[in-house]
């Protein structure tokens, strides 16, 4: 049978979601979690992948196996076994060909700032000491929208077969003193968000305008745009799927 298993994570103890050799993952923790109290190989297929240093607050991955009778003791047992900073929610039954990554239709990350020193936010969000103008980020992720090739935006030497992304939303609002950024597409290229961020954060700094966001996208040139921004303020926030999927 194949189950979907929704879990988060705090990143900063692990090089990313997927499995790597010398290294510790979020997926050979959770691998080794299920195999253990399932007495047998679990293997992980992920939503996506992560890198090292980047949140989660909701994850998803399939695996398979014959029928578990009690879902809710697992997670409970689950939750008892990994370490503190992953966390399982729940455990589906879905259908047989589900995939974890590729039925997922949507996806949405947050990036945190913050404009003053917060010892309680120092692992989690990229502090900025500079004045910002928000509207002006606001307006050059508006024109995002407009545009699907985001390969200026992409990892160097990525192999992907297509770079469009069909983005949902964009947009910076202040949440308390934390200034978050929230974006919503079908899919994502290795580092786009981070690089995303960093590009409007070159024009709420006024080094660059918001005109010339044309001219990035335009360019298909990773180098065109800004740096990527720390890991640490960036979170998966939520995957959706179609509700068929579901048993």
């Known amino acids: 049978m194949r ?15 997927q499995k790597q050799p010398n290294a510790i993952t979020v997926q050979s923790v959770l691998e080794d ?8 190989k679990i293997e992980l297929t992920g939503a996506g992948r992560t890198d090292a240093g980047v949140h989660a607050r909701q994850m998803y991955a399939h695996f398979d196996t014959t029928m578990i009778e009690d879902l809710k003791t697992l997670v409970f047992r689950l939750n008892a076994f990994v370490p503190h900073d992953i966390a399982v929610q ?6 047989d060909n589900a995939h974890a990554r590729f039925d997922a239709i949507a996806r949405t990350y947050e990036y945190w ?3 003053q020193k917060d010892p309680f936010l120092s692992a989690a969000a990229h502090l900025v000491k500079h004045p910002l103008d928000v509207d002006k980020m606001n307006k050059a992720a508006a024109i995002l929208m407009t545009y699907h090739d985001f390969e200026c ?7 992907v077969k297509t770079y469009r992304c069909d983005l949902q939303a964009a947009h910076w609002e202040w949440q308390g003193t934390t200034l978050v950024f929230t ?3 079908d899919r994502f290229l290795r580092n786009m968000v981070r ?3 960093g590009t409007l954060l070159e024009i709420g700094l006024g080094k660059t305008t918001v005109a010339e966001i044309h001219t990035i996208v335009a ?7 800004g740096a990527s921004v720390p890991a640490k303020g960036l979170y998966l926030t939520s995957v959706s799927y179609p509700k068929s999927l579901f048993k």
Do not use: C, E, M, P
């Not at 189950?3 to 979601?17: D, E, K």
């Not at 979690?33 to 047998?40: E, G, I, M, P, W």
């Not at 935006?153 to 192999?159: C, L």
């Open 219 to 225: 360019s298909k040139d990773r180098s065109k745009a």
């Open 113 to 115: 700032l913050v404009q």
């Open 195 to 197: 690089a995303v961020v």
């Open 3 to 17: 189950y979907f298993v929704q879990f988060s994570y705090f990143g900063t103890a692990y090089h990313g979601w």
């Open 153 to 159: 935006f992409s990892k160097s030497n990525t192999d």
């Open 33 to 40: 979690a299920f195999s253990k109290l399932l007495s047998r």
């Open 183 to 185: 974006i919503t597409a």
């Open 90 to 95: 729940y455990i589906h039954t879905v259908q």
